[in-house]
């Protein structure tokens, strides 16, 4: 479910020294599954400990996860990042705002999840985002644009050696396409 560095272990048993006997961690997601979803970390004392909690087990402590975080925390990663200016822990959730859907679930699921969880992140650096608006019977995608995206001078190249590019890649034999039916409209809302 959560893997933890070695690095971020040995930070954690040394945070957890100073912390009362029996003192864990908590990993947990406030309003998973929407794109509000935050993670955190943070202390778990022995008296916060719920019954349906998830206890995982690691080198010197152990963290607690709760029922309703635990599917959003799939594939999470938490590491210790040292460079120049210091060190700092860093919490990668990447289903947190999505639940990861099984490799069984329909292509409009699957696609959706991939639009959530991979290409809008790269988008959103730009104020952007796309929407499946639906898939055809013969495999096209066709995808709306908004935010930043709209009306962007680059939205063709997006489209095509971006978005198109990764979504047959990750869907061969079920995608033959990606169609933009976004009318644009170039403003003050459009990246530049």
Same mark, same amino acid.
């Given at each position: ?5 070695? &690095?971020?272990? $040995?930070?954690?048993? @040394?945070?957890? !020294? %100073? ?5 864990? /961690? ?66 990668? &959730?990447?289903? $947190?705002?999505?639940? @990861?859907?099984? !490799? %069984? ?5 699957? /696609? ?81």
């Amino acid at each position: 479910m959560i893997t933890i560095s070695e &690095a971020a272990q $040995a930070h954690f048993v @040394k945070l957890l !020294a %100073d912390q009362p006997e029996g003192t864990n /961690i908590r990993v947990f997601v406030i309003s998973p599954g929407t794109a509000q979803a935050e993670c955190g970390v943070s202390y778990c004392p022995p008296d916060a400990v719920e019954d349906d909690d998830i206890e995982l087990e690691f080198n010197g402590f152990n963290a607690m996860v709760d029922e309703k975080s635990a599917p959003f925390l799939e594939d999470a990663s938490i590491d210790l990042v040292t460079d120049q200016l210091g060190s700092q822990l860093t919490l990668k &959730a990447p289903n $947190a705002k999505m639940r @990861k859907v099984s !490799a %069984d679930a329909s292509l409009v699921e699957r /696609i959706e999840y991939v639009i959530q969880a991979e290409i809008n992140p790269q988008l959103a650096s730009h104020g952007g985002n796309i929407l499946l608006v639906e898939v055809t019977d013969d495999g096209v995608a066709v995808i709306q644009f908004g935010g930043g995206c709209n009306g962007c001078s680059m939205v063709d190249v997006t489209l095509k050696d971006g978005i198109e590019k990764q979504l047959l890649d990750m869907f061969p034999g079920e995608l033959t396409e990606v169609r933009d039916a976004t009318e644009h409209q170039h403003g003050s809302h459009s990246y530049q």
